[in-house]
T-cell receptor, first 110, second 115 residues
Framework: DAKTTQPNSMESNEEEPVHLPCNHS???????IHWYRQLPSQGPEYVIH???SNVNNRMASLAIAEDRKSSTLILHRATLRDAAVYYC???????????FGTGTRLTIIP | EPEVTQTPSHQVTQMGQEVILRCVPI?????FYWYRQILGQKVEFLVS????????KSEIFDDQFSVERPDGSNFTLKIRSTKLEDSAMYFC?????????????FGSGTQLSVL
């Protein structure tokens, strides 16, 4: 299975943009890149996903490298409510279950 | 936005007892899942369920575990004889279709404590 690599933790100041990186150098052409987050004491929550092109939604933006070997989740203006563990997950063709890694624990500094 | 609902939020049981964890998936969703997360560890896949059948299960999902959709709205996870190592947060999830670009909706979880 293609794996993802994320930093264990990151910090950001409130109201500033946050860029969360993810490496997935063994990604195959049909794998989607998903981002989920898990707020304290909550279940995982969908953030965004993409295949090749950059994607925007109300929560975040996803920037995907041209070779697709890395991606970056962008929170445009972090709030305290964005403090969570962020998971970058590859959704593998023919195996649609999500396999969670350890993610990046994002701390927001007021 | 519609939600996946799980009850109870906390369940305490004695080792060897049976427990049933309950979930109400989003009403028009067709695919259902259970995941678990032991404290401080990763979220782990247990089982997926579609059309009243298990479609995939992990090594964790042994004979002590079973799932059921008893009435068209609820989705349950039963552990027949609980062990101490079953203590974890259990998350139910659902999705509309089984596709790699379809998002998964998770409930808030049931914290199971086995004493």
């Amino acid at each position: 299975d293609a794996k993802t690599t994320q930093p264990n933790s990151m910090e950001s100041n409130e109201e500033e943009p946050v860029h969360l990186p993810c490496n997935h150098s063994t990604i195959s052409g049909t794998d989607y890149i998903h981002w989920y987050r898990q707020l304290p004491s909550q279940g995982p929550e969908y953030v965004i996903h993409g295949l090749t092109s950059n994607v925007n939604n109300r929560m975040a933006s996803l920037a995907i490298a041209e070779d697709r070997k890395s991606s970056t989740l962008i929170l445009h203006r972090a709030t305290l409510r964005d403090a969570a563990v962020y998971y970058c997950i590859l959704s593998l063709f023919g195996n649609e279950k999500l396999t969670f890694g350890t993610g990046t624990r994002l701390t927001i500094i007021p | 936005e519609p939600e996946v609902t799980q009850t109870p939020s906390h369940q305490v049981t004695q080792m060897g007892q049976e427990v049933i964890l309950r979930c109400v998936p989003i009403s028009n969703h067709l695919y259902f899942y259970w995941y678990r997360q032991i404290l401080g560890q990763k979220v782990e896949f247990l089982v997926s369920f579609y059309n009243n059948e298990i479609s995939e299960k992990s090594e964790i999902f042994d004979d002590q575990f079973s799932v059921e959709r008893p009435d068209g709205s609820n989705f349950t996870l039963k552990i027949r004889s609980t062990k101490l190592e079953d203590s974890a947060m259990y998350f139910c999830a659902s999705r509309l279709i089984q596709a790699i670009n379809e998002k998964l909706f998770f409930g808030s979880g049931t914290q199971l404590s086995v004493l």
